[in-house]
């Protein structure tokens, strides 16, 4: 399932706010909604932000774009590539080369070349400033840059080529960005000239393609003194879909261009610092406390119930123990309590499943059935310990068992006769007890 985030890019100029909102995942875009509106004496940029976090719906992404006048560049020279590590040596780097002091300032670093970086900086009273007037108004942003640092990922722009959107020229070599210079007025054919020939003349290698885009494709099309040979950007057609034609194309491509790097990862961001994103955060912390305190609420009644689990089994327990201790005392009526009641019911079972699984105490039962024939009319208990037998049985007289102990010689070495009780119908009862013959089988 291929996650979608939403970004909504806030574009402020002088006298105007372009707004657009993208939703965008690693195989498709989609352009949610856009706007452009006129900031004047009767709808201020506060009134413009108000009404748009008005009708703001869902949780967007929000990245504010600054005009480029507020950010001054640098390139500089490092022996590593990681962008981290560029970030924790600049402030030192440019200390010195530079009028302002590094303390005043928010650095960010674009990758330029090999081992080459172009170093950003801007007031952090500037960024402060536009950062409060849009809380203020209804939107705080999470990002703050501005366009001219996404140009590279305007679509259909060639790897290298100069860049020019109607107040901002940009110099872009391998896909990257390598210079930028903003104007504090309408770009004209002669400052783009005059620009080029800086550049040319300071080493820089020129492109021989200009791209105009946006205001500068309404600004330069036309014109005859350009020294570079000039297109405007068109809609690519894989993005058709997405801008329905070339006037939507032309205002909204940067900040197309700007989701684009900030899906990428690669739009520099000058919330640092002490002016870093915290709303964020603060969301995370409130959403893992309620967590916390569900999950707290979810261990103290698993604690209960498990509580309440286990006095429940001990419960049980005291009451088999219990009902045990009383099926003992009936079992052995003439034993002593016994410590561990449990136990000798388990040796005296094991006993008794020794014996019923032994042929020598079924021949036996043959034995003793044969010998009693029918004289005697039941055994009703036959007991075998070793070799001690014990019979209970019942017989039509007491001379029947007198024959029966008679009949049983050939099997036991001794056997005595027990009490014989008589029975109101005439027959008795008797126990007879005794050793068996070692050699019975």
């Given at each position: ?27 498709s ?12 004496e ?24 600054l ?7 640098r ?12 970030r ?6 440019l200390?010195?080369e ?48 501005s366009?001219?640092?996404?140009l590279?990922?305007?679509p ?7 860049v ?28 783009v ?21 946006g ?16 297109e ?21 491509a ?6 684009r ?19 964020g ?25 498990k ?83 014990r ?13 029966f102990k ?36």
């Open positions: 399932m291929q996650r979608t985030m939403d970004y909504m890019i806030l574009q402020a100029e002088e006298k105007r706010l372009t707004v657009a909102r993208f939703g965008m995942s690693r195989r875009t989609e352009l949610i909604a856009a706007a452009s509106i006129v900031l004047d009767e709808q201020s940029l506060g009134d413009a932000v108000q009404k748009i976090a008005e009708n703001m719906a869902g949780s967007p992404r929000v990245v504010l774009c005009p480029p006048a507020l950010f001054a560049q390139s500089v020279s490092l022996p590593f590539n990681d962008l981290r590590k560029v924790e040596v600049l402030p030192a780097y200390q010195g530079i009028a302002l002091s590094v303390d005043e300032l928010i650095l960010e670093v674009l990758p330029a070349g090999e081992d080459q970086f172009l170093a950003l900086w801007a007031r952090k009273s500037d960024i402060g400033t536009s950062i409060e007037q849009f809380r203020v108004a209804g939107i705080e942003p999470q990002i703050v840059s366009l001219v640092f996404a590279a990922e305007l259909g722009v060639p790897t290298d080529c100069v020019c959107d109607g107040s901002t020229l940009a110099l872009l070599q391998g896909g990257r960005l390598t210079y930028s210079r903003a104007f504090n007025s309408d770009v004209t054919a002669e400052m000239a005059a620009t080029l020939s800086a550049l040319e003349l300071s080493g820089y290698a020129l492109p021989q393609r200009l791209c105009l885009i205001r500068g494709a309404n600004l330069l099309s036309d014109a005859d003194a350009l020294p570079l040979s000039a405007v950007l068109e809609v690519p057609p894989e993005l058709g879909h997405l801008f329905k034609n070339d006037e939507t194309f032309q205002q909204l940067g900040l197309y261009a700007v989701a790097a900030c899906h990428a990862g690669t739009l520099p961001d000058f919330r640092r610092g002490e002016l870093v994103w915290t709303a955060d603060a969301k995370l912390r409130k959403k893992l406390l309620l967590t916390g305190i569900l999950l707290a609420a979810v261990m103290i009644l698993l604690f209960i119930s509580g309440l689990q286990y006095r429940a089994a001990v419960a049980d327990i005291s009451s088999l123990n219990k009902s045990i201790a009383a099926i003992y005392k009936e079992i052995f009526p003439t034993r002593t309590k016994a410590i561990d009641e449990i136990s000798e019911v388990k040796v005296e079972i094991k006993k008794l499943s020794g014996i019923a699984n032994s042929s020598k105490y079924l021949d036996l039962l043959k034995k003793l059935a044969d010998t009693k024939g029918s004289i005697i009319n039941g055994l009703y208990e036959v007991e075998l310990e070793g070799r001690s037998l019979i209970k049985g019942d017989a039509s007289s007491a001379q029947a068992v007198n024959e008679a009949a049983l010689a050939p099997l036991m070495a001794v056997a005595e006769l027990g009490e014989i009780k008589s029975r109101p119908d005439s027959t008795v009862t008797f126990s007879l007890a005794g050793t068996l013959k070692e050699d019975t089988k």
